[in-house]
């Protein structure tokens, strides 16, 4: 593989559900972040690891988690998924924190 | 009111017209980023700022620090440059968190 990539491509999610979206980079870049993407709101930071072991809560972190065990992957969970949680997600890294970021093909989400 | 505000939302062109892209902020900043989503929904990063001016082909970012506003150009636009253009603001707080402008959609017909 080369560069970022997230799975599921979309998914269907009964209101209720736990729901983890799973991003893996082969870049070696130590900041990850997960962002929402909504219409008339642009892009929001959920979750963002600075390097594996930390991560930190962004704008709109209620609701989800994540955990950074190793360097490539940065997994997204719903502990029990609302239609609120509608949403485009993009997982997205860079090098270190504050340099330019490089984006995942993004995962469609609805809530039902 | 949003950080971060981009003029205009829409912006139709006819192809080789020259585009200009505005970013406005509220808060100090760090870094200013220019971002393009294609209509299949995938995101580039085109520019990082933090002062004067960048260039990469027919794109051309520019930023004003004390005015707080950025602009991105486009020279001899192109169809395949009709995208959703994105800037947005790396507060001097943080290394890890950008506020995003919702986006300018360009299109450009033939």
């Known amino acids: 593989i080369a560069g970022i990539t997230q799975a599921p491509t979309s998914q269907i999610l009964a209101a209720g559900r736990r729901m983890t979206l799973r991003c893996t980079q082969d870049?070696?870049?130590?900041?990850m972040y997960w962002y929402r993407q909504d219409l008339g709101l642009g892009l929001r930071l959920i979750h963002y690891?600075?390097?594996?072991?930390?991560?930190g809560k962004g704008e709109v972190p209620d609701g989800y988690s994540v955990s950074r065990a190793n360097t490539d992957d940065f997994p997204l969970t719903l502990a029990s998924a609302v239609p609120s949680q509608t949403s485009v997600y993009f997982c997205?890294?860079?090098?270190?924190?504050?340099?330019?970021?490089?984006f995942g093909p993004g995962t469609r989400l609805l809530v039902l | 009111k949003n950080e971060v505000e981009q003029s205009p939302q829409n912006l139709t062109a006819q192809e080789g017209e020259f585009i200009t892209i505005n970013c406005s902020y509220s808060v100090g900043i760090s870094a200013l980023h220019w971002l393009q989503q294609h209509p299949g929904g995938g995101i580039v990063s085109l520019f990082m700022?933090?002062?004067g001016k960048k260039k990469h082909g027919r794109l051309i970012a520019t930023i004003n620090i004390q005015e707080k506003h950025s602009s991105l150009h486009i020279t001899a636009s192109h169809p395949r440059d009709s995208a959703v253009y994105i800037c947005?603001?790396?507060?001097?707080?943080?290394?890890?968190?950008?506020?995003f402008g919702k986006g300018t959609l360009l299109t450009v017909n033939p």
């Open positions: 870049m070696r870049h130590n900041a």
């Open positions: 997205a890294t860079s090098k270190e924190g504050g340099e330019t970021q490089y």
């Open positions: 947005a603001v790396r507060s001097g707080g943080s290394n890890y968190k950008l506020t």
């Open positions: 700022l933090s002062s």
């Open positions: 690891s600075n390097t594996a072991g930390t991560t």
